[in-house]
């Protein structure tokens, strides 16, 4: 157990669904965060959330949207995706978005793909 | 920006072979280094970390020495094990004071290693 759970493991969706993504920590962490990692690429960073407020937003598709409801829930909406949207979906936390240099704590991601 | 380059895999050791994986970064200041590890079906876990010039991180035999001048964190293993089949990160992170910057990632490097 990594301390950062994520829900579903795997999805598949079709191009015209509507679902979302959970993740949850319990570290006491006020940060979290959303990255896309794809074969062969690096992982992208898609946005951060500091104490429940958005600091960053990467360029990120309007179809991929993200909420903070609360310091240790983050989820990742998503809807109307295209096939290359495809990819493992990582959410991570730190102590703050100032302690990133301590290290994050990832949970193990969820696989999405669309069809 | 910041950037993270990392040598391509996979990278196929025998039982016991002495492991580098090389890591070079560029930076605007004074980043913090990383070393992560995914293995199969799981996220990414913190394998050990250098937040200034010269320090050496080290973690299961693991050890990366932040090198400034060459803008380096090379991964080293004396005997590494099948156990330590994986994919390997290095990421940096440098906290800008206006918002959350997040870690770059490199592309990781696929370790292989066969008994």
């Known amino acids: 157990e990594t301390g950062v759970t994520q829900t579903p493991r795997h999805l598949v969706m079709g191009m015209t669904n509507k679902k979302s993504l959970k993740c949850e920590q319990h570290?006491?962490?006020?940060?979290m965060y959303w990255y896309k990692q794809s074969a062969k690429k690096p992982l992208e960073l898609m946005f951060v959330?500091?104490?429940?407020?958005?600091?960053e937003n990467n360029s990120v598709p309007s179809r991929f949207s993200p909420e903070c409801p609360n310091s240790s829930h983050l989820f990742l909406h998503l809807h109307t995706l295209q096939p290359e949207d495809s990819a493992l979906y990582l959410c991570?936390?730190?102590?703050?978005?100032?302690?990133?240099?301590?290290?994050?704590?990832f949970g193990s991601g969820t696989r999405l793909t669309v069809v | 920006g910041n950037s993270v380059t990392q040598m391509e895999g996979p990278v196929t050791l025998s039982e016991e072979a002495f492991l580098t994986i090389n890591c070079t970064y560029t930076a605007t200041g004074y980043p913090s280094l990383f070393w992560y590890v995914q293995y199969p079906g799981e996220g990414l876990q913190l394998l050990l970390k250098a937040t200034k010039a010269d320090d050496k991180g080290s973690n299961k035999g693991f050890e990366a020495t932040y090198r400034k001048e060459t803008t380096s964190f090379h991964l080293e293993k004396g005997s590494v094990q099948v156990s330590d089949s994986a994919v390997y990160f290095c990421a940096l992170s440098e906290y800008s004071g206006g918002g959350a910057d997040g870690l770059t990632f490199g592309k990781g490097t696929h370790l292989i290693i066969q008994p």
């Open positions: 991570a936390s730190s102590q703050d978005a100032s302690m990133a240099a301590y290290g994050y704590t």
């Open positions: 959330y500091n104490f429940k407020e958005q600091t």
């Open positions: 570290l006491g962490h006020n940060a």
